[in-house]
């Protein structure tokens, strides 16, 4: 299985603030590299995906890039309904699909 | 836009099995690869199966192999996902999540359902 590995865990920024998410993969996954944003008691959303294209309606604050095993999520200017979890997947093998295990953006 | 509704909560027995539904609209079924994707509280996501375009066929976690089943209605546009021999550990939100034609071959999950929450308690 192709393990992914977020980091941090967590964070504390402001609205306002700039943050990055990174993500590895423990083989290439070319750019089949997906990101999603979860709020408490909702479903995930997509917000990228092949590692660097935005989602319809996504707002162009978020941005994404990598190939190979490093990925980032970018998102400037944070804003209040930025605060959430987000998470990586791969792509690459079906067998099986793999997520990250998350980093929670917290309000400072 | 497609939209992909689930059926209601559920508590089950150990050793019973749950039923899960996730009809589709805005799309019909036939043109999106299925999946199923579970969350036990407070914990990341797990991915359990779902539709391979690239073999034509359904595919599971091993994890889950023997205890899961993934069907499809294409008459009612409506996805199951059976999950039998329930522990305590089965307790979780379960997702379907699917992806339209044009990334099928990339294996995102651009729309999820709301989730099904399954309770396994005595």
């Known amino acids: 299985d192709i393990q992914m590995t977020q980091s941090p865990s967590s964070l504390s920024a402001s609205v306002g603030d700039r943050i990055t998410i990174s993500c590895r993969a423990s083989?290439?996954?070319?750019?089949?590299l997906h990101w999603y944003q979860q709020k408490p008691g909702k479903a995930p959303k997509m917000l990228i995906y092949?590692?660097?294209s935005l989602h319809v309606g996504v707002p162009s604050r978020f941005s994404a890039s990598g190939s190979g095993t490093e990925f980032t999520l970018t998102i400037n200017n944070l804003q209040p309904e930025d605060f959430a979890t987000y998470y990586c997947?791969?792509?690459?093998?079906?067998?099986?699909?793999?997520f990250g295990g998350g980093t929670k953006v917290e309000i400072k | 836009q497609v939209q992909l509704i689930q059926s209601g909560a559920e508590v089950k027995k150990p050793g019973a099995s749950v039923k899960v539904s996730c009809k589709v609209t805005?799309?019909?079924?036939?043109?999106?690869?299925m999946h199923w994707v579970r969350q036990a509280p407070g914990k990341g996501l797990e991915w359990m199966g779902g539709?391979?375009?690239?073999?034509?066929?359904?595919i599971y976690a091993e994890k889950f192999q023997g205890r899961v089943t993934l069907t499809e209605d294409i008459s009612t546009d409506t996805a199951h996902m059976e999950l039998s021999s329930l522990t305590s550990e089965d307790t979780a939100t379960y997702y379907c999540?699917?992806?339209?034609?044009?990334?099928?071959?990339?294996?995102?999950?651009?729309?999820w359902g709301q989730g099904t929450l399954v309770t396994v308690s005595p």
């Open positions: 999540a699917s992806t339209s034609s044009a990334l099928r071959y990339w294996f995102s999950l651009d729309q």
């Open positions: 805005g799309d019909t079924l036939s043109e999106l690869s």
């Open positions: 539709f391979d375009p690239e073999n034509d066929e359904k």
């Open positions: 083989q290439s996954l070319i750019n089949y």
């Open positions: 092949a590692a660097s």
């Open positions: 997947q791969q792509g690459y093998s079906a067998r099986p699909l793999t």
